[in-house]
């Protein structure tokens, strides 16, 4: 079984910054993608940003220039570096990562748990 464990949300004022990491634990052979999405209260689920195994990154428009995602794949983690936070980054943020099991040598998506971020103004 493949778990995805998220840390480093928090409460931050506008302008401020954090850093979210991701790190999969489990039995599997490797991971191809790994990003992470964010949900509002009352919006849907959007995604942030995701990196691919060469390093090859994504964002939504709303946050270029501000965050940057980056990955270790010795330690299976992902990383969001956000900076200069602003109240509508507000919400949980989800990291995902698309494994490839040793059970069946297929590609499955596992997400975190969660992790809360809230932008005061």
């Known amino acids: 079984q493949v778990q995805l464990v998220e840390s480093g949300g928090g409460l931050v004022q506008t302008g401020g910054s954090l850093r979210l990491s991701c790190t999969a634990s489990g039995i599997f052979f490797s991971i191809s993608d790994m990003g992470w999405y964010r949900q509002a209260p009352g919006k849907q689920r959007e995604l942030v940003a995701n990196i691919i195994r060469s390093g090859s990154t994504n964002y939504v428009d709303s946050v270029k220039g501000r965050f940057t995602i980056s990955r270790d794949n010795a330690k299976n983690t992902v990383y969001l570096q956000m900076n200069s936070l602003k109240p509508e980054d507000t919400a949980v943020y989800y990291c995902?990562?698309?494994?490839?099991?040793?059970?069946?040598?297929?590609?499955?998506?596992?997400w975190g748990q969660g992790t809360q971020v809230t932008v005061s103004s």
């Open positions: 995902y990562a698309e494994v490839l099991s040793t059970s069946n040598a297929k590609f499955s998506d596992y």
